[in-house]
């Protein structure tokens, strides 16, 4: 049986017992050198008490770990010698800083955009209701293309592969950095008002970079996200949005 | 004989599915694109009277018959038209944030928003709302996203510049509702 209670976790160090949010503020304040925490101590005590969590089925609380990363952080920090222009001294600080402040902070930067999304709302609800020359429906008389097979796309794949020798890349060794996120992208957005297969491919003709756009389009397929479609035996491929 | 500029520009105008730009129609009656403008805006006038079923706007860089908006609940009714699907909250601030700062990174939306908005940046970018325009020159180099124009003609925008400024929102505070309506906070 399991209770839904929730339980906060309690720190229980030589010199101060209590919830973690409250040891983090004492750091913030300056009553608290980060260097001084028993980290090692604090992080048995955790320990423990998810195994506890767990063994009696409760909610964890989750913002405890969240502030005890916090508190692990601020101690590295400090344990660490400071170097000049350090990017994660901006970190430190703000971690250090109020989260409410933070949160503050960022409602008030967003504020502008909330409003503006209320006035699209009012944009979207008025122009909603007028209606412009309606598109022809999706169901065209064109004939049905024949299914394309993984077959038929190796088989395009293979063409590409063998029409594209490594070009003028093979003198200098520069480090390209495909990631099939990107050729996901990519594909989405040409496919978008539909494309050839084989277009594709057509900037980048590095073999990596081909195996990846191929893998990006296995991706898609398999995502139902593309269609893709051959009007005839080893004709073009198309490549649409689905 | 040629007929009036009038018919032709309204023939035109009946036809095509999409606005039509005062510069397409100018090229396709070869008259002074400034007639044009003048024409358009004579039978926007005419339309805008009562009695007429159809009304002509300008949006999305160009102008279009559309409906008036009391007689949608007969539009709807018709068979041949679904019923559009309105945006979430979170997809009108994502969209907002994207209109206003375009182009922008998903991670400089997430900063503003202070929630993930992979979900929501998918729905838009199906929704053809918004689209990839190119690669921020940073670290990891981030895909960045702009508006498209179908975003101009799904909120009847004539062009971003048709927006707010950021600035005008402070002013008038506005409350976004979820059941679609808005409120201006007092």
């Known amino acids: 049986m399991a209770l839904a209670a929730r339980t906060v976790f309690t720190a229980r160090l030589p010199f101060f017992e209590g919830p973690l949010d409250l040891l983090l503020q004492r750091v913030r304040n300056e009553e608290c050198a980060p260097a001084d925490l028993p980290l090692a101590l604090l992080t048995q005590q955790y320990l423990e008490y998810l195994d506890l969590i767990q063994l009696l089925d409760l909610d964890l609380e989750g913002a405890s770990l969240a502030t005890a990363a916090t508190l692990i952080y601020l101690k590295s920090r400090a344990l660490l010698p400071e170097t000049e222009g350090d990017m994660a001294s901006d970190d430190a600080e703000m971690a250090i800083r109020d989260p409410q402040e933070e949160l503050a902070k960022r409602l008030l930067a967003s504020r502008p955009y909330r409003a503006a999304a209320a006035y699209l709302q009012t944009q979207e609800a008025e122009w909603s209701l007028m209606f412009p020359r309606a598109c022809p429906s999706p169901s065209s008389d064109s004939p049905p293309a024949p299914q394309v097979s993984l077959f038929d796309l190796l088989g395009a794949l293979k063409t590409v592969l063998e029409k594209k020798p490594v070009t003028a890349a093979a003198l200098e060794v520069t480090l390209d950095r495909y990631t099939v996120e990107d050729k996901i992208a990519m594909i989405l957005d040409r496919a978008r008002g539909g494309t050839s297969f084989d277009q594709l491919f057509v900037e980048d003709h590095t073999r990596l970079a081909v195996i990846t756009t191929f893998l990006a389009l296995l991706e898609l397929l398999r995502q139902g996200r593309v269609r893709v479609e051959q009007a005839k035996p080893f004709g073009p491929i198309q490549v649409s949005q689905a | ?186």
């Not at chain 2, 024409?39 to 018959?65: C, D, K, N, S, T």
């Not at chain 2, 979430?88 to 994207?98: D, G, Y």
């Not at chain 2, 918004?130 to 690669?135: D, E, Q």
């Open chain 2, 1 to 186: 004989m040629t007929p009036d500029l009038r018919p032709i520009i309204e023939a035109l105008l009946f036809v095509s599915a999409d606005p039509l730009s005062s510069q397409l129609l100018a090229q396709v009656t070869e008259v002074p694109e400034e007639s044009v403008k003048d024409m358009l805006r004579a039978m926007g006038q005419e339309y805008g009277a009562p009695g007429h079923g159809v009304r002509l706007v300008e949006v999305a860089g160009g102008y279009q018959f559309v409906t008036q908006p009391e007689l949608a609940p007969w539009i709807t009714r018709w068979e041949g038209l679904r019923h559009p699907q309105r945006l979430s909250r979170a997809a009108l601030e994502t969209l907002a944030i994207v209109a206003y700062r375009q182009p922008i990174t998903k991670p400089e939306v997430e900063g503003l928003r202070g929630v993930d908005t992979t979900g929501v940046l998918y729905t838009l970018l199906d929704r053809r709302l918004i689209r990839i325009c190119g690669r921020k020159d940073a670290v990891g180099r981030p895909i960045s996203y702009g508006t498209t124009p179908e975003f101009l003609r799904w909120f009847g925008l004539r062009d971003l510049e048709a927006l707010p400024t950021l600035n005008e929102y402070e002013e008038t505070p506005v409350v976004t509702q979820p059941d679609g309506g808005s409120a201006h906070a007092t």
